[in-house]
C-alpha cells in the first residue's frame, strides 16, 4: 500500500510539470512572411523602376516582431542593369536604418539589407517597401525592335528578430522588369551607276536634315540596298561614288513604323574626276581634260566605268553630262 501512494506521487508531480515545460518550448510563433518585386515597365531609352515589398503577419497570442530584412535579388545582366537603390520607409522609419546594398550589375546580382535601429520591431505590415530600384537596358536601343523581358527573382531571404534569431520567409514572389523598343522601319532602293554593268560600292547614306548621319550601306553588284532599323522620323537620303555626281532624296524621305519604304531607282551620272584628289561635284573642262591627259592608260583616278583602261567609254560620260552638277534628284532620268 506504502507503494502504491508513492508511484501515484511520482505520476502527479510529472503530470503538473508538463504544462510548463510545454509552454516554455513553444516560444512565440513562426509569422507568414513574403518578399516580393513589383514589376516594371518603361522605353528602352529611359528608365524604370521597381519595388521590394514586405508582408508578415503575426499570431497576436505569442507574435514574433521582425527587426531586420535581407533580400538577394538575381536578374538577367545582359538585358538589365541596376542605375540606383534607394532604401524606402515601408518598414521602418528611413531615420532608424541601418542598410547594406550591394550590387553586381556584371554578374546580375543584388543585396539588400536593412534593419531597425532603436525603434520597436515590426510585428504586421502588408506590401511594406523596404528599396527602390532604378533600372536601365543593357543594351543599345537603337538594336531593340520589341520588348526584352528580365525576371527579377528572389534567390533567398531572411529575417531577424530584435534578438537576432532567424525568422524564415515563407514566400518569395519574382518581379518582371521590361523594356520597350524603339518603333522601327526601314529604307530599301537601287542605283544605276552609268556606264557600268556591276552597280555594287555605291556609298549610301541616310542623314538629318542637319547633315547628320543616321545610317549607311553600299549597293550590290545589281545597285540594290536596304538600310533596316531606322528610328521613324524624316530623312535625307544620299548616293556617291567616285567618278560621279551625287544624288539626293530631300528631307521629305519617311521612315514608318514597321514598314519599309522603297525609294525606287536612281541613275548616278559618270566623269566627275577633277579636281584630284577630291572631284568638286560638277563635270566641266577640268574633267574632259584630266581624261585626256590620261587617255588610254590604266589610271584609275580617270577611268570612270572602272574597267581598268581611260578610253571613249570614259570620255563619252564626262561630254553627255559636260556642265552637269550634283547632287541630282533622285531619279532613273535626273
Known sequence: MKGKKLLLALVMATLM????????????????????????SFECEETGTSQILVSIANDPSAPQPVHGVEVHLSFDAAKLQEVDIVAE????????????????????????????????????????????????????????????????????????????????????????????????GCITGSVQLQGRYDHSGAHILVTEADGTLV?????????????????????????????YLDALKGSGMQVVAGECTDMGPTKLLGGDVAPQPEPDNVIDIGDIAYMGSNFGAAEATADVNGDGLVNILDLTMAAANFERAGPTPWSMTP
Open 17 to 40: 510539470a508538463l504544462p510548463l515545460v510545454s509552454a516554455f518550448a513553444a516560444g512565440p510563433l513562426d509569422p507568414d512572411t513574403t518578399v516580393q518585386v513589383t514589376d516594371a
Open 89 to 184: 520607409g515601408g518598414l521602418f522609419p528611413l531615420d532608424e536604418q541601418v542598410i547594406v546594398p550591394q550590387v553586381d550589375n556584371a554578374s546580375g546580382t543584388i543585396l539588400f539589407a536593412v534593419s531597425q535601429k532603436d525603434g520597436a520591431s515590426v510585428q504586421d505590415a502588408t506590401d511594406a517597401a523596404i528599396a527602390t530600384i532604378t533600372w536601365q537596358a543593357a543594351v543599345d536601343c537603337a538594336t531593340v525592335t520589341q520588348e526584352a523581358c528580365s525576371e527579377v527573382s528572389v534567390a533567398s531571404a531572411l529575417m531577424s528578430d530584435a534578438d537576432g534569431y532567424a525568422i524564415n520567409v515563407d514566400a518569395m514572389l519574382p518581379g518582371s522588369v521590361c523594356y520597350d523598343g524603339q518603333e522601327q
Open 215 to 243: 545610317a549607311e550601306t553600299f549597293t550590290d553588284a545589281a545597285g540594290n540596298f536596304e538600310l533596316q532599323n531606322l528610328a521613324l522620323g524624316t530623312y535625307e537620303v544620299w548616293a556617291e561614288m567616285y567618278g
